[in-house]
């Protein structure tokens, strides 16, 4: 089993305390286990006998639910599946969640700012904020559990806190939209976010979202350059448009329809250059083969 380290909260030797915690409690489960790590892949390689989503689980339980207190649950108990997930430079974690069928949603998403790094003082300038976006298809909604966090919405682009008594919030398709964490937030900011309704095409899903976000996160981190035909073909199957002048209201629809056409036509050349969507780098064989199936890749 071939594991991201990020996933693991960055392991850096086989001694390390995360690794040590995990042969311990193996021993006490009758299970031998053992770790080889590939630092020029930031993988770890286990022949550990669980599933991916049993051993992360597992994992979280024995070593890093230690260092601190738990992130808040969702309100409707919904199961890690994928992450925890260090990225910009352990300023953003990243979860996945299995979402309730309840929400209609293709994806669950549990974000966590950590309030005290310096990327998070940088509010807007945040790496993972994005630019100003609409979705054409789906909806995104988020909630608050802890701490702050803000969004720039509308053609107006105007700036709105939420915290945890404001609820869940929609963002509408066709709405202009970023998010960013709050700058001077007491605490770390923990929220829910979900793409819905799940009967779209060109859908925003956990496979979506782990590339574009682990992407961008390495790019800043200069583990990897940027390839603006990768990013624009990675966005364009999400049926998501960029938003260029969004208060130049005598632009129209050509406020989102110009970058659109943009960039379909970097993502039709980054096609013609060998690129796919989704990235071998941020996704498992299996879940690779089966876009491929459906030519999503």
């Given at each position: 089993m071939t594991i991201d380290s990020r996933e693991l909260?960055?392991?850096?030797?086989?001694?390390?305390?995360?690794?040590?915690?995990?042969?311990?409690?193996?021993?006490?489960?009758?299970?031998?286990?053992?770790?080889?790590?590939?630092?020029?892949?930031?993988?770890v390689v286990s022949n550990c006998p669980y599933p991916h989503a049993v051993f992360f689980n597992f994992y979280r339980e024995v070593y890093l639910r230690q260092e601190g207190p738990m992130?808040?649950?969702?309100?409707?108990?919904?199961?890690?599946?994928?992450?925890?997930?260090?990225?910009?430079?352990?300023?953003?974690?990243?979860?996945?969640?299995?979402?309730?069928?309840?929400?209609?949603?293709?994806?669950?998403?549990?974000?966590?700012?950590?309030?005290?790094?310096?990327?998070?003082?940088?509010?807007?300038?945040?790496?993972?904020?994005?630019?100003?976006?609409?979705?054409?298809?789906q909806s995104e909604t988020?909630?608050?559990?802890?701490g702050q966090v803000a969004t720039v919405e509308g053609?107006?682009?105007?700036?709105?806190?939420?915290?945890?008594?404001?609820?869940?919030?929609?963002?509408?398709?066709?709405?202009?939209?970023?998010f960013n964490p709050?700058?001077?937030?007491?605490?770390?900011?923990?929220?829910l976010v979900w793409a819905h309704p799940d009967d779209v095409d060109e859908m925003m899903d956990r496979v979506f979202f782990t590339n574009l976000l682990m992407y961008v996160s390495d790019v800043h981190e200069k583990k990897v350059s940027l390839n603006p035909f990768q990013i624009m073909l990675t966005q364009h199957v999400s049926a998501t448009a960029l938003i260029w002048f969004p208060t130049a209201t005598w632009l129209g629809p050509l406020r989102w329809w110009v970058p659109w056409k943009v960039q379909a036509l970097f993502a039709a050349a980054g096609r013609l250059m060998g690129?796919?969507?989704?990235?071998?780098?941020y996704t498992s064989e299996e879940e690779f083969a089966e876009i491929q199936k459906t030519k999503r890749t």
């Open positions: 909260g960055i392991l850096h030797s086989v001694g390390s305390e995360p690794l040590a915690a995990l042969r311990d409690e193996a021993r006490v489960s009758r299970h031998r286990v053992n770790f080889v790590i590939d630092p020029s892949k930031g993988a992130a808040p649950k969702s309100p409707l108990d919904e199961p890690v599946i994928s992450g925890p997930f260090s990225l910009y430079e352990g300023s953003f974690i990243l979860e996945f969640l299995e979402p309730h069928p309840s929400r209609d949603a293709t994806v669950l998403i549990r974000a966590t700012y950590k309030h005290d790094h310096p990327l998070c003082k940088q509010g807007k300038d945040h790496p993972q904020s994005p630019p100003l976006h609409l979705h054409f298809n988020f909630q608050v559990l802890q053609w107006s682009v105007t700036t709105t806190v939420y915290t945890r008594e404001d609820g869940p919030h929609e963002i509408k398709p066709w709405v202009p939209h970023s709050v700058p001077d937030s007491p605490e770390d900011t923990v929220l690129l796919t969507p989704m990235m071998k780098r």
